[in-house]
């Protein structure tokens, strides 16, 4: 079975300062690993994806993560936080399929607070 | 082009009605999943189809839960005898076929059971 924790539920942090988000994931096979971006009354909105290419991706407004196969984690990380960044952000495990789309697993989510 | 689309977006029903809602796909788009998100938590699976088949509906909480997509786009997910548990939001997304595909959610039906 396939999950992920993400360790904090919430993080506040400077507006300007780096941003770190949490998370360790739990998986039978290869997975692929995602970071979704949901502000309020939004839709979810993918960030960046990792799918067994390279270990450091990057992904929209500057956002980036590093898959660490040792550690099982897949942390989320800005260097410069925004106000627009305030929203909650949730870690997602999918296992690698060769052919069919497969089922979203979620967090529980982190929200970001970003304050001037 | 346009991207997933939900309708309606707020419903409220009493407590032992039946609901329907509806989730127009990407056009194109093979895979179409349906998630809950109940306040506060992450979206949790319900079910998924490739095209007209329904692959995979494990998730579904009871079977009081049902989803179609008779003709391999529209669909639609239905709950009979609608119990306050079941307040929740109902996420849609869609994806071309493959595991490696992003999913592109709507942005959802707010359930409220009263």
């Known amino acids: 079975a396939q999950s992920v924790t993400q360790l904090d539920s919430h993080v506040s942090v400077s507006e300007g300062t780096p941003v770190l988000l949490r998370c360790n994931y739990s998986?039978?096979?290869?997975?692929?690993l995602f970071w979704y971006v949901q502000h309020p009354n939004k839709g979810l909105q993918l960030l960046l994806k990792?799918?067994?290419?390279?270990?450091l991706v990057k992904g929209i407004n500057g956002f980036e993560a590093e898959f660490k196969k040792s550690e099982t984690s897949f942390h989320l990380t800005k260097p410069s936080a925004h106000m627009s960044d305030a929203a909650e952000y949730f870690c997602v495990v999918s296992d690698t399929d060769t052919g069919t789309a497969s089922k979203l697993t979620f967090g529980t989510g982190t929200r970001l607070q970003v304050t001037l | 082009g346009a991207g997933v689309s939900q309708s309606p977006r707020y419903k409220v029903a009493k407590r032992g009605q039946d609901v329907a809602l509806r989730c127009d796909p990407i056009?194109?788009?093979?895979?179409l999943f349906w998630y809950q998100q109940a306040l506060g938590q992450g979206p949790e699976f319900l079910t998924y189809f490739q095209n007209e088949a329904q692959l995979d509906k494990s998730g579904l909480p009871s079977d009081r839960f049902f989803a179609e997509r008779p003709e391999g786009s529209v669909s639609t997910l239905k709950i009979q005898r609608t119990q306050q548990e079941d307040s929740a939001v109902y996420l849609c997304?869609?994806?071309?076929?493959?595991?490696?595909?992003?999913?592109?959610f709507g942005p959802g039906t707010r359930l409220t059971v009263t």
């Open positions: 056009s194109g788009h093979v895979s």
């Open positions: 990792y799918t067994s290419a390279a270990t």
């Open positions: 997304a869609s994806s071309q076929a493959g595991a490696s595909y992003e999913q592109y």
């Open positions: 998986s039978s096979y290869s997975p692929s």
